[in-house]
């Protein structure tokens, strides 16, 4: 993002931290406006001017890698809560906010982040308390993220990580089936047929995305990576029930992976609503107005 927006400056400001000081950047934008039973705070920035840059207050929450993170590029909306994922309307003016993650009106709460898988990383609810952008760290001009569909280059991320989600519960069938010398067995030969097509399936899929883009097709790439996203979404969750059910119980017991790739997959499949991608496809495809990047209706 910063290579695509920002400024030569602040490419070589930046640029010169991951390089030399090994400094990792994250880029946020959730803020969930409908709380869920129970859940009595509430998510959300307000981004006011002020003499010199913009001031932050607010809560967001899936915050990737806070914590480990120095840098975090925030997305955020001067027109109101949401980020540009939960805006109400068009963020049409999103701002990119670089923010340094030492600054100490930034707080992290570690207790918000409690997930059924992904407890490997960390996604946690971030709290700004009048953070100071001066304009230097305003990455490129309000809304040009949305305008350029930078977001569009990051959706196919989603299908390469449910593929390999895939393709881990495929070798440890294969490995445990003739293990246990099942190989002769009809229905566990079903099972593994349709594992192995469904990942040849998923690959070239990815490689057609990835030739559209290489081609400079931009249009048709675009819309092709969530097609690749939806689908792989599926056959990488069909992937790990047929690796179950042909291996058995047995195969959800630690130290199996099988048991932390399902719930893995599960929770990461969430980030984006697979029902809203699917609408933007058939959107396109009817000739409607549609938004490839967060999918809105
Ligand atoms: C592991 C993980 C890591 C993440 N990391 C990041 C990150 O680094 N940066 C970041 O910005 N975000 C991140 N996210 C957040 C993610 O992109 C979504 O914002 C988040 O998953 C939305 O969750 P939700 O519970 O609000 O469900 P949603 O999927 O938003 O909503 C659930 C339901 O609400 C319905 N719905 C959605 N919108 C509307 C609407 N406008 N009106 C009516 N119904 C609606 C849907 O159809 C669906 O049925 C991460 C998420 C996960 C799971």
Same mark, same amino acid.
């Given at each position: 993002? *910063?290579?695509?927006?920002?400024?030569?400056?602040?490419?070589?400001?930046?640029? &010169?931290?991951?390089?030399?000081?090994? /400094?990792?950047?994250?880029?946020?934008? @959730?803020?969930?406006?409908?709380?869920?039973?129970?859940?009595?705070?509430?998510?959300?920035?307000?981004?006011?001017?002020?003499?010199?840059?913009?001031?932050?207050? @607010?809560?967001?929450?899936?915050?990737?890698?806070?914590?480990?993170?120095?840098?975090?590029?925030?997305?955020?909306?001067?027109?109101?809560?949401?980020?540009?994922?939960?805006?109400? %309307?068009?963020?049409? @003016?999103? $701002?990119? $906010?670089?923010?340094?993650?030492?600054?100490?009106?930034?707080?992290? +709460?570690?207790?918000?982040?409690?997930?059924?898988?992904?407890?490997?990383?960390?996604?946690?609810?971030?709290?700004?308390?009048?953070?100071?952008?001066? #304009?230097?760290?305003?990455?490129?001009?309000?809304?040009?993220? =949305?305008?350029?569909?930078?977001?569009?280059?990051?959706?196919?991320? #989603?299908?390469?990580?449910?593929?390999?989600?895939? /393709?881990?519960?495929?070798?440890?069938?294969? &490995? #445990?089936?003739?293990?246990?010398?099942?190989?002769? +067995?009809? #229905?566990?030969?079903?099972?593994?047929?349709?594992?192995?097509?469904?990942?040849?399936?998923?690959?070239?899929? =990815?490689?057609?995305?990835?030739? $559209?883009?290489? /081609?400079?097709?931009?249009?048709?790439?675009? *819309?092709?990576?969530?097609?690749?996203?939806?689908?792989?979404? !599926? =056959?990488?969750?069909?992937?790990?029930? !047929?690796?179950?059910?042909?291996? %058995?119980?047995?195969?959800?017991?630690?130290?199996?992976?099988? /048991?932390?790739? $399902?719930?893995?997959?599960?929770?990461?499949?969430?980030?984006?609503?697979? +029902? !809203?991608?699917? &609408?933007?496809? %058939?959107?396109? &495809?009817?000739?409607?107005?549609? +938004?490839?990047?967060?999918?809105?209706?």
């Amino acid at each position: 993002m *910063i290579d695509a927006l920002g400024t030569a400056e602040q490419k070589r400001r930046w640029f &010169a931290g991951v390089v030399e000081r090994g /400094e990792i950047w994250a880029a946020w934008s @959730g803020e969930p406006q409908s709380p869920k039973p129970g859940e009595d705070r509430r998510f959300g920035t307000t981004v006011a001017a002020a003499d010199g840059g913009w001031v932050l207050h @607010g809560t967001k929450a899936f915050a990737t890698s806070a914590t480990g993170a120095r840098w975090a590029i925030l997305l955020v909306d001067p027109a109101g809560p949401g980020g540009a994922r939960h805006a109400r %309307g068009t963020a049409d @003016g999103l $701002l990119l $906010l670089a923010c340094d993650l030492n600054d100490p009106t930034v707080t992290v +709460d570690t207790s918000w982040w409690d997930p059924v898988g992904m407890r490997a990383t960390a996604s946690h609810a971030v709290l700004f308390d009048g953070t100071f952008f001066p #304009y230097d760290r305003v990455i490129g001009e309000p809304g040009s993220y =949305l305008a350029g569909q930078w977001q569009t280059a990051f959706v196919p991320h #989603y299908a390469a990580s449910f593929l390999g989600a895939a /393709e881990a519960a495929y070798d440890y069938a294969l &490995a #445990y089936l003739k293990h246990q010398g099942k190989s002769q +067995d009809p #229905y566990v030969q079903q099972r593994v047929g349709r594992m192995a097509v469904n990942i040849d399936t998923g690959r070239l899929w =990815l490689r057609h995305v990835a030739g $559209l883009w290489d /081609e400079g097709r931009l249009e048709e790439a675009r *819309i092709a990576g969530s097609r690749a996203r939806h689908l792989i979404e !599926h =056959l990488a969750e069909e992937t790990v029930h !047929h690796c179950i059910r042909a291996c %058995g119980a047995r195969s959800l017991v630690r130290p199996s992976p099988v /048991e932390r790739i $399902l719930r893995d997959l599960t929770f990461y499949q969430r980030h984006d609503n697979d +029902d !809203h991608i699917l &609408a933007t496809i %058939g959107r396109a &495809a009817l000739g409607e107005s549609f +938004d490839p990047s967060f999918h809105k209706p």
